[in-house]
């Protein structure tokens, strides 16, 4: 119900989400990563880590590395854990290399093997020539809506036995959920990953569900094979919920490989975004993941040439079996993307992009390991400095180019699977790069510095009304800007803190989109010039070590921050952009341990950092 406020005389409107000064504890986690149930990481070296094996590490349990096979523990145990294996050939790879559930239907793996016979698929794996397999089963280049209106042509015959082989996985899946579920201490979600890539357009989503074991074996997970538009993802969704009761949230990833159809203005099918589908998206795809192993989908230099720390985790290869030029486009990131929400809400009174932000890593290990010194690679093979060097494609990809991220933070009542799924439906989350640094983010229209006390451990608890990140302002008549209570604390095991970011966009008087970075607050005793910049915060890294001093920066930071350019008759939205210091990158420390001056590839160093969900200001 929406709640009508009186202030000032003033009439405000607040959006139906939990209020904000209800006690909410910060949970830790990773809603993306893949298992030896996924055929890309099976063929990738991780032929053991099930979901057993990701549950058990997320937990903080020593395992077995599924490729080095030596003992891989997690830095820091998380709070949840959603295993989202592909659901496209779901359990396939294993069950024919494994020879299993034959007792089920005997002529299962013998179907299966004489359909992968022609394709070695046994011999592959045991030459270690898995990586070439799985290149050549990746898309051609080709325009991702010519691409997807072929799909049928292009996917050929159903594999033979391949929907018994998921069935099974998925009733294994959602029962060693259901073993490592604790309520209130660990929660085990079940969910999977619809992974279209149309002519090598990453459009893939994780899905992410509330439901149990029983409730789970149901359905089955819906994949790319049966349709590779978004739309056709929502539609199920809505026809399984309503059937089954079960609650859903589709989550895009790595939008920064899209090629220009994640964020666009038009559907994939290549036609303008009508009201059906932005309120489908906007129900279905409350958030998206802003960072992750395969590099950081905030923006680009080239579409925020004035934001100096744009330049970041930049990942310009595409997931298809030839290298091609990378091309940046403004529908494959996620700031541009919120500012096309904009305009397609001043158009159609909707907007599809009102989405909150998560990190996650889309490990292929079974390993949730985004900790720069502990990072365990993308796929198995990547889990050695000496295979950092190999690429799969020339020119493509390697463990050098991978990012040791991300984390989903998240405020939650409780530590369960409906809550959890609840916040991630209001957008009360955020992202980070690794490092566990706790933010708070609460909007609205009367605060002031000494509201800055009662921002309290608990959450959001203050005297005053406010919406957290992710919520909506609303004033029928404003004489005043609003005021953002931000407030950020290292991660203990991290780096301080470089600066806090207020990051705003908007839509000028012609319609054109436009953003702006502010520098709020920073530690030590450095002054913004004319154009509001800082100078660099330092760089205490040792090259020759891989080590780093905590002699400069913030324990915390926090501010109230009234916006200086309000203009009461526009939109924008408002998100937070937290800096760590310089320290060591994962490429740096696997450099030094194989003698070499600077890593092959990419930065020595990193400002880790985190991205809250935005709060919009809707006139």
């Known amino acids: 119900m929406i709640r009508i406020l009186v202030a000032s005389g003033l009439v405000l409107l607040a959006t139906p989400l939990m209020s904000a000064a209800e006690p909410k504890q910060l949970l830790w986690g990773d809603t993306h990563l893949h298992t030896s149930y996924s055929f890309d990481a099976f063929l990738n070296g991780n032929m053991t880590a099930d979901p057993d094996v990701a ?48 007792d089920e239907d005997p002529g299962f793996i013998a179907r299966l093997l004489y359909w992968f016979n022609e394709r070695r698929i046994r011999g592959v794996i045991d030459n270690g020539e898995g990586p070439d397999f799985f290149r050549d089963l990746l898309p051609l280049s080709e325009d991702p809506r010519t691409a997807a209106a072929s799909w049928r042509e292009s996917i050929g015959e159903p594999i033979p036995g391949a929907e018994l082989s998921l069935r099974n996985a998925w009733r294994r899946i959602a029962e060693t959920a259901d073993g490592h579920n604790l309520p209130g201490e660990f929660t085990a979600l079940i969910g999977w990953e619809w992974s279209a890539v149309p002519g090598g357009a990453n459009l893939h989503r994780v899905v992410v569900t509330d439901a149990d074991a029983v409730r789970a074996r149901g359905f089955l997970p819906f994949a790319s094979t049966q349709s590779p538009y978004p739309e056709d993802l929502w539609a199920w969704l809505a026809a399984t919920s309503a059937a089954s009761g079960v609650e859903f949230v589709a989550i895009p990833h790595n939008s920064n490989l899209s090629k220009g159809t ?15 589908y932005a309120e489908a998206r906007g129900r279905w795809e409350p958030v998206v993941e802003v960072t992750q192993i395969k590099g950081d989908s905030e923006t680009h230099p080239e579409l925020s040439p004035a934001d100096e720390f744009a330049d970041f985790e930049v990942f310009p290869y595409y997931l298809q079996q030839v290298a091609e030029p990378y091309r ?41 390991s985004a900790e720069e010194p502990n990072f365990w690679g993308k796929m198995g093979r990547d889990s050695t400095p000496d295979n950092k060097r190999s690429k799969a494609i020339a020119d493509g990809p390697s463990g050098w180019s991978m990012s040791a991220s991300g984390l989903a933070a998240i405020w939650a009542r409780t530590n369960t699977r409906a809550e959890i799924v609840a916040a991630l439906k209001r957008r009360e989350v955020y992202a980070t790069t690794g490092p566990r640094i706790r933010v708070r983010l609460l909007g609205g229209w009367e605060f002031t510095t000494g509201d800055l006390v009662n921002f309290g451990e608990a959450g959001y608890v203050g005297r005053k009304e406010g919406v957290p990140m992710g919520g909506e302002l609303t004033r029928v008549e404003a004489v005043s800007a609003p005021t953002f209570l931000v407030m950020a604390m290292k991660d203990p095991k991290s780096a301080n803190l470089d600066r806090i970011q207020v990051v705003k966009g908007w839509l000028d008087n012609t319609g054109e989109p436009r953003e702006k970075v502010f520098n709020v607050v920073w530690s030590g005793q450095r002054q913004r010039d004319v154009n509001g910049n800082l100078e660099r915060v330092g760089d205490t890294v040792d090259r020759a070590t891989g080590t780093y001093t905590n002699d400069i920066g913030s324990v915390q930071l926090e501010i109230a921050w009234t916006d200086p350019e309000f203009d009461v008759d526009t939109a924008a939205f408002y998100y937070v952009r937290v800096l760590e210091i310089p320290t060591p990158r994962h490429a740096l420390l696997d450099a030094i341990a194989l003698g070499l001056d600077a890593p092959s590839e990419g930065p020595s160093v990193i400002q880790e950092r985190a991205y809250t969900s935005p709060i919009w200001y809707l006139p």
């Open 262 to 276: 994640m964020f666009a203005d038009r559907t994939l099918r290549g036609e303008i975004i009508d009201i059906e």
């Open 328 to 368: 940046v486009d403004s529908a494959d990131y996620v700031r541009s993307g919120l500012q096309t929400g904009l305009k397609i809400e001043s158009r159609l009174g909707v907007n599809p992009y009102r989405f909150g932000l998560i990190g996650s890593t889309d490990s292929h290990t079974g390993l949730s």
């Open 55 to 102: 549950y058990r590490y997320a937990k903080g349990q020593p395992v077995i590395h599924p490729y080095n096979r030596t003992r891989v523990q997690i830095d820091t145990p998380l709070d949840f854990l959603v295993v989202s294996d592909h659901a496209e050939f779901l359990g396939g790879i294993r069950d024919i290399y494994y020879e299993g559930i034959q």
